[in-house]
Nanobody, 116 residues
């Protein structure tokens, strides 16, 4: 599985960005697709997850602001980020858990910078 993430950038506080992650295989061959982020000096953390039934989990700190969704025809998962805050600044990574495996496959990160 290969993952291609895009959509990061520089935005002012209160603004929005949409991240995209395109998988090289059908989303239905993946147990889940996930967005993680890592801010400078901090550990990588799970932001949102979407499993192959369409169920989603969103971290409490972004609940109500971030939405994870998918386009199965495009093998793509999105992270819509609204009402961005400076503390959302991080490198965002897409990761997938293929069916029948126990380890995540990672895409490259995309930088999100929120200015105050």
């Amino acid at each position: 599985v290969q993952l291609q993430a895009s959509g990061g950038g520089l935005v002012q506080a209160g603004g929005s960005l949409r991240l995209s992650c395109v998988a090289s295989v059908s989303i239905f061959s993946l147990n889940s697709m996930n967005w993680y982020r890592q801010a400078p000096g901090k550990q990588r953390e799970l932001v949102a997850s979407l499993d192959n039934t369409g169920s989603t989990v969103v971290q409490d700190s972004v609940k109500g602001r971030f939405t994870i969704s998918r386009d199965v025809a495009k093998n793509t998962v999105y992270l819509q980020m609204n009402s961005l805050k400076p503390e959302d600044t991080a490198v965002y990574y897409c990761a997938a858990l293929p069916l029948g495996t126990y380890g995540l496959t990672w895409g490259q990160g995309t930088q999100v910078t929120v200015s105050s």
